[in-house]
């Protein structure tokens, strides 16, 4: 068997700019422009920070609810506009959010909630209830920066229609990133 080696000049040009091409480039990360702390994932979920606007919390149906430091906001076209907005001297602290088939939008902080039944134009403090039917009242804090994560969820599915009501279920699985609270599911 006869091996056909010639080289001409054409294949000599070619090689040698792209082993020149390859020496110049950047030792890591050229072609891997995203790195891993940019975007972590699992295998199952993708996670992308948006660079500007708001932290999109919660989403149903095109309704989509999501806070900055100083307001909440909820848009009504999948988060290309955010047409209702409050200010909101808690906003920072947001913790959970859920918006009911409904529409109406409840907002847990770390230790307080608020109902909205008119697409943020109003903001109201309610309590959660024992089953005696009086307000469950969170702890005196120790430290008052941290009062505890009351309201807080895990991800996935948390409501569902049982003879025709939404029932929502959440707790604070005892989180202490914000300070120590007892064990609740509400």
Same mark, same amino acid.
């Given at each position: ?21 390859g +020496?110049?480039? $950047?030792?890591?990360?050229?072609f &891997? ?6 975007? $972590?994932?699992t295998k199952d979920?993708?996670y992308?920070?948006?660079?500007e606007?708001?932290?999109i919390?919660?989403?149903?149906? %095109? ?13 009504h076209? &999948?988060?290309h ?8 001297w808690?906003?920072? @602290?947001?913790?959970?959010? *859920?918006?009911?088939? #409904? ?7 770390? &230790? ?5 039944t008119? &697409? ?16 469950y +009242? $969170? *702890?005196v804090?120790? *430290? ?10 895990? $991800? ?6 049982? %003879? ?10 005892? #989180? ?7 064990? @609740?599911?509400?």
């Amino acid at each position: 068997m006869k091996t056909n080696n010639q080289i001409n000049r054409r294949s000599f040009i070619g090689t040698t700019t792209t082993a020149a091409a390859g +020496l110049l480039l $950047p030792s890591r990360g050229i072609f &891997n422009i995203i790195g891993k702390e940019d975007y $972590p994932s699992t295998k199952d979920f993708w996670y992308r920070r948006v660079s500007e606007g708001p932290f999109i919390d919660t989403q149903l149906g %095109n309704l989509a609810f999501g806070f900055t430091d100083d307001q909440i906001m909820l848009s009504h076209d &999948n988060c290309h506009t955010w047409s209702d907005r409050l200010n909101f001297w808690d906003a920072k @602290n947001v913790t959970f959010s *859920h918006i009911f088939r #409904n529409g109406n939008i409840l907002i847990g902080t770390r &230790n307080r909630l608020y109902l909205s039944t008119d &697409n943020l134009k109003t903001l109201k403090e309610i309590a959660v209830k024992n089953p005696d039917g009086s307000d469950y +009242l $969170p *702890h005196v804090p120790k *430290h008052p920066d941290y009062p505890g994560w009351y309201f807080f969820t895990l $991800p996935g599915e948390n409501s569902w229609m049982i %003879n025709g009501k939404e029932m929502l279920v959440w707790g604070n699985y005892s #989180n202490v990133e914000g300070g120590a609270v007892p064990v @609740n599911i509400y």
